[in-house]
């Protein structure tokens, strides 16, 4: 389970990039979180991730607060960041340096089994398209088999189709694994598609506007008139936030 | 089939056959570093050859700038006598342990002072001065400290080196993407770990362009060093054969500086070549 418990965060120029935010994020859940820009996503993901403290509250995983990063604890960033001078097969092991060398072999060859990149194992990331460097960072996050897996806006630099491609194969991991992820995204459909659970978050200061229950039942058609229902009322719980921040109509996607 | 496991299998096709389409992309960028290699020879070469026989059918008296042959056979006589060797093997200890100098002191500095602010903002102006003097102008200085000896030769040499190496370090230090190190936080390196697995790599490219620098200024001052007094040393036969108005031998000194510039520079090139191979930009020298 992840506690988040009023967490606050002011950056030392004074912007409140959160304040009192409060979530319960489910073991295996996935939740997706979406909001105008400069909300507070990325801050939220990276006081979950330790990578920064929060000001005031805290956050908790299986009861334990999260200071610094965590091994239970994996996150995916908006660009791939892999390391140039590591082939993807090293890069993807990354994280595994302190396992025995045949456990490492094996976690890494399984996830990149599963996300479809095995004969890439030896190439370089510069011989890798914007999807498949994605994947590679998925895989790298997912090889340690963390508890929870942080996503922050991972697929919003892909074409539609690597996109949705990218969805099942994030599904499939999913499956595989049961890992908790949040992932932050400005894409309605991504999250209808995806979440268990969609949370509207609205700026000035950054916290939870709304809270957006999915109940579809999995493998869920990107197409149908469900996921069409569920845009429409995640667009409109949007619409509705920016429109209380800015006191004025605004069209959500002028925001996104 | 649905239109994304469609995509997935085209995703396949596309996936072996570029495994397999490595091969032929390396041979063919040997071939086109040999072409390289014989188009750039192509025109000295030709020079070489038009002065020669120039000089020969007597259109030209070729006494201040020999042809060729006189050049070759000047070269093949200092080398016959051991005479070029000696000179050789004393340039090649002044020039070595003037850079191993420079390197030592450059590295080490500038890792100090990427490392630390505090460091970087006491050395760094002061460094930045003395680096706006040139060098010769340390002569006089380094000849009454060390006296004219070999020394004196090294210390300019290694003050030559120090400089575009320090820079280098501190730049390629500075220049680490802080979302790449990130990278190492969230898989919970220790410092020395964060050094080892993404600074050291993530500087090197840049280091060994340094230390190429390094090494091409430490040959421009070795010949400044040994035309301050020197009794062997390709700067020494340079001055040799002004004195005794040789031209043969100047040039014959020129080109041994040449090659060994360019064998050095190329050994610090190849010998860094493993390590450099997932570089995009780097083309394999063979
Ligand atoms: N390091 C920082 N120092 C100061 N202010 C910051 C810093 N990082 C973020 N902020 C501010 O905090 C607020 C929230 O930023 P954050 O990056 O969390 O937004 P976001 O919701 O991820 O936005 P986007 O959708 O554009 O990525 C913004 O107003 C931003 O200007
Ligand atoms: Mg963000």
Redesign the pocket.
Known sequence: MLYVESADKT???G?R?LAGLNLEVEEGEIVAVV??????????LRLAAGLDQPTRGRIRLDGETITRPNPLVGIIFQEPRLLPWLTVEQNVGFGLADRPRAERERLVREVLERVGLQNYAHCWPRELSGGQAQRVAIARALAPHPKVLLLD?PFSALDAFTRASLHEHLLSLWHAFRPTLVL?T?DVEEASVLADRVLV?Q?NP?RIAATIDVDLARPRDRYGTEIEAMKRRVLWALDKSLRRESGEALSPAAAI | MTAIERFDNLGEARDSRIVSATHPIIEKKSKRTAERFLLGLALPLLLGIGWELAVRAGWAEGRLMPPPSRIFLTLYSLAVTGELWIHIGATLARVGAGFALGVIAGTLVGALAGASRLSREILDPSLQGLRSVPSIAWVPLFILWLGIFEESKIALIAVGCFFPIYLGVLAAIQSVDRKTVEVGRVFRLTTPQLVRRILLPAILPAYVVALRQGLGLGWMFVVAAEFMGASEGLGYLLIDGQQLGKPDQIIAAIVTFAILGKITDGLIASSSAPFLTWQDAYAPKH
């Open positions: 950056y030392p120029n912007t990039a909001g105008g820009s400069g909300c507070g996503k990325s801050t939220f806006e932050v400005h978050m700026p950054g």
